[in-house]
């Protein structure tokens, strides 16, 4: 008997603002740089923002531990890690994002470990002297090893900086974005809840 194609589903997601609060405005908080409040949703062009934050880093000379402490006070998104938990029990889950090995740590923790794909940071003591890309246009990227491997993905996020990977999906939306990504994007469904969001990614049919 002829067996029938079944076709497995990859959820890729952005973090922060997704499941974490935006981690580089919780350090503008803390440390009094509200040049820091910049993020992807304000700045597509992510080498030039991290090479702005670098510099408004050193510039204070704020290092590494004193970021590190401000993420480990952190609390995930509400409700973040049950929508987390029930999209893992129904599919393959990955968190694509633009932060750093050396962040991320004690928000997985949290979240059950999911599986992380992000970037490293280049060191010099506890100084932030640069950052080593996982690999250019990486949610693109990822998102298509995963279709090349026989993957339905549906993808979402909430910047700039997810509209790649969210073209390439089989299936994308925007999550709790800003009012212009939500008018210049709007092939993308917006959410705004983590229900209407698992309730639309369960009705695609693939």
């Not at 993420?71 to 994002?97: C, E, H, P």
């Not at 995963?146 to 900086?161: C, E, I, K, P, R």
């Not at 974005?177 to 209407?196: G, H, I, K, N, Q």
Request: aromatic residues 8%.
């Amino acid at each position: 008997m002829q067996g029938c194609l079944i076709v497995q589903r990859f959820i890729a997601l952005d973090m922060e603002g997704v499941v974490t609060p935006e981690i580089w405005i919780a350090v503008a908080e803390e440390t009094g740089l509200d040049d820091l409040r910049r993020t992807t949703r304000d700045e597509p062009d992510y080498q030039k923002l991290m090479e702005y934050r670098i510099s408004i880093l050193t510039e204070n000379e704020i290092g590494l531990t004193r970021i590190q402490k401000v993420i480990s006070d952190l609390d995930v998104l509400r409700g973040a890690k049950d929508f987390l938990d029930l999209l893992r029990s129904r599919y393959q889950v990955t968190l694509l994002s633009d932060t750093f090995e050396e962040f991320a740590g004690p928000l997985m923790e949290q979240l059950g470990r999911p599986h992380l794909l992000c970037h490293r940071l280049v060191l010099e003591g506890d100084r932030i002297v640069g950052f080593e890309p996982r690999t250019k246009d990486a949610k693109r990227k990822a998102v298509q090893a995963y279709q090349s491997l026989g993957y339905h993905v549906t993808a979402f996020g909430d910047s700039h900086n997810d509209v790649a990977m969210l073209h390439q999906a089989d299936a994308a939306s925007l999550f709790r974005a800003p009012s212009e990504l939500v008018a210049t994007y709007e092939e993308f469904p917006r959410f705004d809840t983590y229900a209407e969001l698992t309730e639309w990614i369960d009705s695609i049919i693939v």
